[in-house]
């Protein structure tokens, strides 16, 4: 009788660990998702390809190249 539970408890540590991978994977997917639809709204389509047009790194990348930055 004692087999039977160890068995039963390696079956409910597989399930256990499945569960908290499934768990990770869909709050991940849920993270990339809203940040997908968040930035939507700086998406820009051009001639030369898709491009992301966000305004906080647009004002770090004019500081950085600016003549008084060597």
Do not use: C, H
């Not at 809203?34 to 790194?57: A, C, M, N, Q």
């Amino acid at each position: 009788m004692a087999r039977k539970d160890r068995i039963y408890s390696r079956g409910m540590r597989v399930k256990a660990v499945i569960s908290a991978v499934l768990i990770g994977f869909l709050v991940l997917l849920t993270v990339v998702l809203i940040i997908f639809f968040s930035f939507k709204k700086y998406i820009t389509y051009t001639s030369e390809g898709v491009r992301l047009d966000v305004p906080w790194l647009e004002e770090t990348q004019e500081e950085e190249n600016s003549p008084g930055n060597s």
